[in-house]
């Protein structure tokens, strides 16, 4: 299994990003899978996760709406479409693959991360 | 953002046992959510070391066990060694929120 992000950027506040997630060694889309960003002030956030098939998406309420997650089996790519940025959104952002079998709920497998930096 | 409660920082010297733990809510926890652990050793990603039935993935010794009741989880650390220095996170399903993690607890070894 092997998660690989891109697209972190330094960004000016209220701007837009698109983040990447290229996946490969497992059935991608089997899988629901998860953002979550780590932030110096706010440690590991939950952000969005996406099903398998793309029916179901959830996104934190804390975000307002101005993140919204997709994916491309095809491809199995993974996406986060960012907007309306902040400097409270800076941070690492990794993507995550949801177990279903031994540990249903739990992020299993984790990339190692894209910065995002949003500053002025 | 609700987020699970863990104390900020833990330490013991080699070979002691070390406990950490996860307060939640009716919602998360105390709903019945099994309870995740991560360890995040420094400049890495996390990783899933441990769920809340002690159930760990291959190459996770048994020197680290989980517990859970009502609303609280906890996560021990037996026979603490130089290479547990990292940070931990909990997470749980939430009713509310889906996700949530916990504030994370750095784990000094002395």
């Known amino acids: 299994v092997q998660l690989v992000e891109s697209g972190g950027d330094l960004i000016q506040p209220g701007g837009s990003l698109r983040l990447s997630c290229s996946a490969s060694?497992?059935?991608?889309?089997?899988?629901?899978m998860n953002w979550v960003r780590q932030t110096p002030g706010k440690g590991l956030e939950w952000i969005s996760q996406i099903s398998g098939d793309s029916r179901t998406r959830r996104h934190a309420a804390s975000l307002k709406g101005r993140f919204s997650v997709s994916r491309d089996n095809a491809r199995k790519t993974l996406f986060l479409q960012m907007t309306r940025l902040s400097a409270e959104d800076t941070g690492l952002y990794y993507c995550?693959?949801?177990?279903?079998?031994?540990?249903?709920?739990?992020?299993?497998?984790w990339g190692p991360g894209t910065q995002v930096t949003v500053a002025s | 953002q609700p987020t699970l409660t863990q104390p900020p920082s833990v330490s013991g010297a080699p070979g002691r046992r070390v406990s950490i733990s996860c307060s939640g809510t009716?919602?998360?926890?105390?709903?019945?959510?099994?309870v995740f652990w991560y360890q995040q050793l420094p400049g890495e990603a996390p990783r899933l070391l441990i769920s809340g039935n002690n159930k760990r993935p291959s190459g996770v010794p048994d020197r680290f066990s989980a517990s859970k009741s009502g609303t609280s989880a906890s996560l021990a650390i037996s026979e603490l060694q130089a290479e547990d220095e990292a940070d931990y996170y909990c997470q749980a399903h939430d009713d509310n929120e889906w996700r949530v993690f916990g504030t994370g607890t750095k784990v000094t070894v002395l």
């Open positions: 009716r919602s998360n926890i105390g709903s019945g959510s099994d």
């Open positions: 995550a693959r949801e177990d279903f079998d031994d540990y249903p709920n739990a992020s299993d497998f």
């Open positions: 060694g497992f059935s991608f889309s089997s899988y629901s």
